[in-house]
């Protein structure tokens, strides 16, 4: 290649200078506007946008973020506009009193306004409000209907407390309800009303019991045992008016203002034309064309028949039938090297990368210039905690074979889990740009405006302290309090736990905190592909931020900041603990109670305690629970929890010899020598696995006699 001549190097030099200082000016620019955006301030990040659009018109670097402006532009637009409703018009019934500051609430009802309420299982109707402090449901009418009235109350796990008073052959009762079994706790002889009479009945609730009373008269008073229970309502029927009047958790109101400015945004989103809103030239298609994958794996490398059905179950997902063929498989139906390499990958996707990794070796002597082998070592690699040998590998497969999805994507998410945001910017902007891959990083550039910003509120609340950055859609009263909870359980942790060094200029850990589980869920099904229900909060070691929502009970929340800011700090201190471990301790953690100055984990779970007994000849032997795969701990997962806290409980609060392997377990995985394997190998060497089993039942069933 011929050196060019002095003057055209210095050209290019300046040229290549000029360019790089202005995508950094880019960089920069849209950093400002995000920040605006981080404010709230949604007109002046508009105008910034567009401003920084036309100072750099037609820059492929612009053209390359416009996925990013486009939703960017969009959110603004939409939420310079919109008027947040108030709750009271979005209720069914009439709000007659209502003060955000104390949580004091009346609101009445009538047979025609009943949609707030639905109907749930034994023919109840419930009200998805929750209350914080005494309350009080009345019902009253002209007339008494030919069917029983009622109230029920504190519905939970454990089952519920129901009053009826009666019609026809039905008698008066109040009873406890749990599963299919009743309680009786009082009877009347004959109905309190006749069909066709008047009627008033109120039922008293406060934290030390409850009253019914019917024509201001008591017919009965009764100790309060709320045990899990939160929700309250009616035994379904032919109500006239309803009262609820008392201190209510203000998540209910929060969340119906959430759902409602969740379908305007979609309603928004659908009419929004991003093409008459924003310059033509960020539409126009960069002349590189797609630059074809080098290396994949098909099926034409397979010799029989077996071994296309082997790879047909690989591309359909079904790891687990695909894994038990492949093991007895021969040389008769793939090559020795691609043999191997089937092997490696398959038990790397169930599981097991200790066993994945001789095999995924040996195809690595034949296959290593390959793009796939080079992205299934670094998995394996990851897998056994060894990412500094991982992300090189990566690297190197991405710029031999810049066509290929699956190195970009497992270099993306590399880069995101070492927290170099800015790295997996820019292979991503070259992967549009250079390589023609537009379609290919859709998601990936969702995922990196999320890792900047975090969720699209209407309005953004921030508190911040020594290690933590709050954000919230409620207030920052939420924000603050949630930053309390998470500094004292970090001081709590490093103590007792780990102590992790301060570095200065280390990231805070970034916590959001939404108002409601519509948006809660809209930002987890961007993450995953699909909403987590029955989740209250989660955490995502690639985006590095603690996901909580608004859930009906303010305790329940502090659990659930708790449990997700175990995981978070624990991403911190060692890579990819066991998930059992991971988990049992974050169960383990949530319900910590101060004990003198500092907190202590391992309260009484009878909900996890009940959940064993009740599942015992399912619950596996414990060595294969601790050697067991992610993927089994999650497919049962109330099981795989309950079982977690009861083996970290049973190995923190259990005899010293437990607490020694509780300690040397924990020890081995911060240090990250050898693989999540050889740590467990060393913690429980010498255990008697039968013993073991035995001894930790017998824990458990003292635990449920205890409670």
């Known amino acids: 290649m011929r050196r060019p001549a002095p003057l055209l190097l210095s050209t290019l030099l300046l040229l290549a200078h000029t360019t790089a200082q202005s995508e950094d000016a880019w960089d920069q620019g849209y950093e400002g506007v995000r920040a605006l955006m981080l404010q709230s301030r949604w007109q002046a990040a508009r105008a910034a946008l567009e401003t920084l659009l036309k100072s750099n018109e037609g820059k492929p670097y612009a053209i390359a973020d416009r996925q990013s402006i486009v939703a960017d532009h969009q959110q603004c637009v939409f939420w310079a506009d919109v008027q947040v409703p108030k709750p009271e018009t979005l209720l069914s019934g009439k709000l007659e009193k209502h003060d955000a500051a104390t949580g004091q609430v009346k609101i009445l009802y009538t047979a025609d306004t009943l949609e707030d309420w639905r109907e749930i299982r034994d023919n109840l109707l419930l009200h998805p409000l929750t209350w914080r402090g005494a309350y009080t449901v009345t019902i009253s009418g002209k007339a008494y209907p030919e069917s029983t009235l009622g109230f029920f109350w504190d519905l939970g796990g454990q089952g519920y407390y129901r009053a009826e008073f009666g019609a026809d052959d039905v008698k008066p009762r109040l009873f406890r309800q749990s599963g299919e079994k009743e309680t009786p706790i009082e009877k009347k002889d004959t109905p309190i009303w006749r069909a066709g009479q008047p009627y008033r009945a109120k039922l008293k609730v406060d934290k030390a019991g409850i009253e019914v009373l019917c024509d201001d008269k008591s017919v009965w008073k009764h100790k309060r045992d709320a045990a899990d229970g939160i929700y309250m309502g009616l035994v379904n029927g032919n109500y006239e008016d309803i009262v609820l009047e008392g201190q209510m958790e203000p998540s209910w109101f929060q969340n119906l203002v959430d759902e409602e400015l969740n379908k305007q945004r979609e309603a928004f989103n659908d009419a929004y034309d991003k093409e008459k809103m924003l310059p033509a030239w960020l539409f126009v298609e960069m002349a590189a064309d797609k630059v074809p994958m080098k290396h994949d794996f098909t099926k034409e490398r397979a010799k029989s028949p077996d071994a296309e059905e082997v790879l047909s179950w690989i591309e359909g997902g079904n790891v ?6 492949a093991d007895k498989l021969t040389d008769t139906d793939f090559v020795p090297a691609d043999l191997a390499y089937v092997r490696a990958l398959l038990l790397q996707r169930t599981g097991d990368a200790e066993k994945a990794l001789p095999f995924a070796e040996q195809a690595m002597k034949e296959l290593g210039e390959h793009t796939y082998m080079r992205v299934l070592m670094a998995e394996v690699l990851n897998d056994l905690r060894r990412p500094s040998e991982a992300l090189p590998l990566l690297q190197k497969a991405l710029a031999d074979d810049p066509g290929s ?36 990083v859709f998601d990936l550039d969702r995922m990196l405006a999320m890792r ?59 916590v959001f905190l939404f108002s409601g589980e519509a948006g809660y869920q809209e930002y987890n099904s961007q993450i995953l592909g699909q909403a987590v229900p029955h989740s209250a909060g989660l955490y995502s070691p690639v985006l590095k931020q603690l996901l909580i929502w608004n859930v009906p009970k303010r305790e329940d929340m502090v659990r659930t ?83 977690g806290w009861a083996l970290v409980h049973f190995l923190r609060k259990g005899p010293p010899a437990n607490q020694k392997i509780f300690q040397t377990l924990f020890d081995a995985l911060r240090a990250g020598e050898g693989t999540s394997k050889q740590a467990l190998d060393k913690a429980f060497a010498g255990v008697d696995w039968a013993k073991f089993d035995t001894d930790w039942w017998a824990y458990v069933e003292k635990m449920a006699k205890d409670k």
């Open 320 to 325: 687990k039938d695909a894994a038990e063929k």
């Open 405 to 440: 999805d699956d190195a970009l994507q497992a270099l993306f998410v590399a880069l995101l889990r070492k927290s170099d945001v800015r790295g997996a910017e820019r292979i991503v902007r070259t992967a549009k740009t250079q390589h023609g891959m537009w379609s290919e």
């Open 452 to 510: 900047r910003r975090g969720p699209a509120w209407p309005r953004h609340f921030v508190a911040t302290s020594s290690h933590y950055e709050v954000h919230s859609d409620i207030d920052k009263r939420i924000c603050e309090e949630a930053i309390a909870v998470l500094e004292e359980s970090y001081a709590s942790l490093r103590t007792q736990f780990a102590e992790v060094a301060e570095q200065p200029g280390a990231p805070k850990f970034h």
């Open 561 to 643: 900041v708790r449990h997700e800011g175990f995981h978070q700090f624990l991403d911190r201190v060692m890579i990819d603990p066991p998930v059992w471990l991971n988990e049992g301790m974050a169960e383990f953690w949530e319900t910590a109670k101060k004990d003198g100055q500092k907190f202590t984990g391992g309260q009484p779970r009878p909900d996890h305690v009940a959940t064993l007994i009740r599942s015992k000849k399912a619950i596996p032997k414990l060595k294969d629970f601790v050697y067991g795969p992610r993927s089994d701990f999650y497919r049962f997962a109330q099981q795989r929890y309950a079982q």
